[in-house]
């Protein structure tokens, strides 16, 4: 039985690890053709294998989403090799936890460049694809840190609003061109997000508080983002809080 997303195209950023990961496997597994992309070329090669052997399809391209000509580079060579962008699941995102005061500024502007911008870059280039489909679906990852400000993660909490803020902004810009637009919120998940952290109290923090929840696994990400891209046409899905049953923050 054919997958409820066969004949569609997506790209995923930021997906050699983790979220991305999962994300691209599960829609490769309802059938669309994946363009999986992020900076480190062994994994992304790794990733395409793996998804051939079950059977899927996967197109691997090398690209920061820091850069904004290899973005639109990215998205050009989607469309010269598929045809076509269905969906756009923006995931790649840094934390680079820590107090304002005394920061490390440069941290800012990496968390800014990666997870604000890279997500304006990449939606950027798609939407006039999307548009002249006259359909598509972009998939926003942001954070319950987009919702919830908390002492120690200040500049973090800007680039996740920031998100969400942009998010809203974008679907009522697009949805009468039946483009569709959803954040996604989740808790504590088991990724690899933690090792950005290199303010030791920072990272002392968040690691005692991982010792008090069972974390989300990033499958439990990718089924969120394969129910909110299968839904029917007439369905906008437009934010999925998911926390880990035991997260009370």
Same mark, same amino acid.
């Given at each position: ?37 992020? &900076? ?9 294998? &793996?998804?051939?052997?079950? $059977? ?16 639109? #580079? ?32 440069? #941290? ?10 890279? +997500? ?18 972009? /998939? ?11 002492? $120690?993660?200040?500049?973090? #909490?800007?680039?996740?609003? $920031?998100?969400?803020?942009?998010? =809203?902004?974008?679907?009522? =810009? ?6 569709? +637009? ?26 005692? &508080? ?26 906008? /899905? #437009?934010?999925?809080?998911? &926390? ?6």
């Amino acid at each position: 039985m054919a997958g409820k997303l066969e004949g569609k195209v997506a790209i995923i950023t930021g997906a050699s690890a983790g979220i991305g990961e999962a994300t691209a496997i599960a829609l490769a597994a309802e059938g669309a053709q994946v363009v999986i992309t992020a &900076r480190r070329s062994d994994r992304l090669d790794a990733l395409a294998k &793996r998804i051939a052997e079950s $059977g899927g399809k996967a197109l691997p391209i090398v690209a920061d989403v820091t850069d904004e000509s290899q973005v639109k #580079n990215l998205v050009d060579k989607a469309i010269a090799t598929l045809g076509r962008v269905d969906i756009l699941v923006n995931n790649a995102g840094i934390a680079v936890i820590g107090n304002i005061d005394g920061g490390n500024t440069a #941290n800012w502007r990496r968390m800014i460049d990666v997870n604000v911008l890279g +997500v304006l870059y990449a939606t950027h280039a798609v939407l006039p694809i999307l548009k002249a489909q006259n359909s598509g679906h972009i /998939v926003n990852i942001s954070s319950v840190a987009g919702r919830t400000a908390r002492a $120690g993660i200040g500049i973090y #909490n800007a680039t996740k609003w $920031g998100v969400n803020g942009f998010s =809203e902004a974008l679907r009522q =810009e697009v949805c009468k061109q039946n483009i569709r +637009v959803t954040i996604i919120e989740p808790g504590l998940v088991d990724t690899e997000i933690n090792d950005h952290i290199d303010d030791p109290i920072a990272k002392q923090r968040s690691e005692e &508080r991982r010792k008090t929840v069972t974390p989300l696994q990033s499958e439990d990400i990718a089924a969120a983002i394969v129910y909110a891209v299968t839904q029917p046409p007439r369905v906008n /899905v #437009n934010e999925i809080l998911i &926390r880990p049953t035991e997260q009370d923050w």
